[in-house]
């Protein structure tokens, strides 16, 4: 299956969207680690030419614009940030050198970082496989956020995410071609790489391929490790793509849905209204019964599981609220109605839904 050329067209709406994500965590997840470690790695294997052909952004310069954004807090902390850049392809890793060199020459912060020795940006010209290995101890023995921005789905292979979900404190964030199993999954060359049963995800609806793939993914996760992922889907035309996002702390879970659901409020898992939530709310089915949505289907059962003693904690809610795939705020509203009712109490001015105050 050759590769598309993503570089030779403006980037589309659904690249842009991807690319926000991308963005959005890093801003997230930048300021934590460089505040609370004395090194930091991030790694974009598939990172391209740094920018389309009328000047919008790649993930590389998104990433230097948020370690821009951190100078002061590296300097505060003299925390190291190693930045890895890394593209197969001999022109647009020629292109991806000039403009990331440009980018830190007209940022004379960053260079000063940089000429201090604590920020370094190494940018390679390897296939996925060697550059991974080469950097795959760094990887596993500092915090690091993994970018893999693959056209397909072969780097997603268990060879691969086992060792990504084995480190220590990983945070990393797949692209995939999701629908390419439904159409390839049965070839040899896709079941190589991830052994699915291709007739189960073929029985699901295609726009919810990348939220059961991912479901397929987590079942592959060994259970020492405390990586668990998250799906968001992406559909361009007829065809599903997604980011698998995952992590090995609560917190970076947390971040990486408020960015989600920041990027759709409805449903916080795709770039269109995957569930039709924005036509359910408060309408009748054709049995008469009142249609929910995501959110609301998340309260009720939240409330159900509140009354039965379930969840007993802030704590206990506040991890069932991340693995529902949601973020802190849809409890705490719901928590709140549910004193307002009388049906629980608590002393605080707020039901505290963040991992400092259980």
Known sequence: ???????????????????????????????????????????????????????VPGSPIRILQQICGQIGNIFQRKTFVHVIFNELDRQKYNSLCEKCNDFCEKNPELQRAIQANLVKMDIINDNFEKAFENNLYEIQNSPALVYLDQNGVKYLSEQYLTQLVNSEKIDFLYFVSSSYYLRFGTTEEFQKNIAFDIEKLKNIDYKRCHIELVKELNLKIPSTSRVRLYPFTIKKNTNIYGI????????????????????????????????????????????????????????????????????????????????QGHIPEHSQECLKKMKQKGIISYSTRTPYMNLSRF
């Not at 509140?306 to 969840?311: D, Y």
């Open 244 to 323: 698998v996002f995952g992590a090995s702390h609560p917190l970076g879970v947390e971040k990486f849905l408020r960015v989600a659901w920041k990027k759709n409020p409805v449903n916080g898992l795709a770039n269109f209204d995957i569930d039709d939530d924005e036509l359910k709310s408060g309408q009748l089915d054709l049995f008469g019964h009142i249609e929910r949505t995501k959110i609301e289907k998340f309260q009720m059962d939240l409330e159900n599981k509140v009354k039965t003693k379930v969840l007993k904690t802030n704590k206990d809610v506040y991890f069932h609220t991340l693995m």
């Open 1 to 55: 299956m050759s590769s598309r050329n993503l570089h030779e067209k403006p980037f589309t709406e659904e690249t842009n969207t991807k690319l926000s994500i991308f963005e959005g965590y890093a801003k997230e997840w930048l300021p934590v680690f460089v505040m609370s470690n004395k090194k930091v790695c991030i790694c974009d294997f598939f990172a391209g030419t740094g920018y389309d052909v009328v000047g």
